[in-house]
C-alpha cells in the first residue's frame, strides 16, 4: 500500500519559515520523481515544485516561491521536504506532495499518480 504522509504545516507569521516534509513508503522511491502542490481556499490546485529521480540533481518551483522555496530529498529515508522563507500571507494554502515515476520536470497535477492527504500551511500578516 502506497503512503505519502505530509508533516509540517502550521501557523507562522509573515517572513517567518516552515519545513515541510512528506514521507513515502510502500513504492520504490528512489525511482519517482516528487512534487508539492497546494490549493488555496476556492482556489485550484497549483503547482510549487518538483525533483526528479534518483539524485534529485533537476529541480523546478512556480515563479511564485522561486528564490524562497527549496525542494529536496533523502532517498535514504524516504522523503522529500519543501523548505520555505520569507512566507507571504498569499502562500497560504493545503499543501500535499505527489509522486510520479521516473517524471521530469513535472508540473501538472495529472502527471502523478500518487498524493498524500496535505497539511495546512496558514501565513498570518
Known amino acids: 500500500q502506497v503512503q505519502l504522509v505530509e508533516s509540517g504545516g502550521g501557523l507562522v507569521q509573515a517572513g517567518g519559515s516552515l519545513r515541510l516534509s512528506c514521507a513515502v513508503s510502500g513504492l520504490s522511491f528512489s525511482s519517482y520523481a516528487m512534487g508539492w502542490f497546494r490549493q488555496a481556499p476556492g482556489k485550484e490546485r497549483e503547482f510549487v515544485s518538483t525533483?526528479?529521480?534518483?539524485?534529485?540533481?533537476?529541480?523546478r518551483y512556480a515563479d511564485s516561491v522561486k528564490g524562497r522555496f527549496t525542494i529536496s530529498r533523502d532517498n535514504a529515508k524516504n522523503t522529500v521536504y519543501l523548505q520555505m522563507n520569507s512566507l507571504k500571507p498569499e502562500d497560504t494554502a493545503v499543501y500535499y506532495c505527489a509522486a510520479g515515476l521516473g517524471l521530469v520536470d513535472a508540473i501538472r497535477s495529472g502527471q502523478y499518480t500518487h498524493w498524500g492527504q496535505g497539511t495546512q500551511v496558514t501565513v498570518s500578516s
Open positions: 525533483i526528479n529521480n534518483w539524485g534529485g540533481a533537476s529541480t
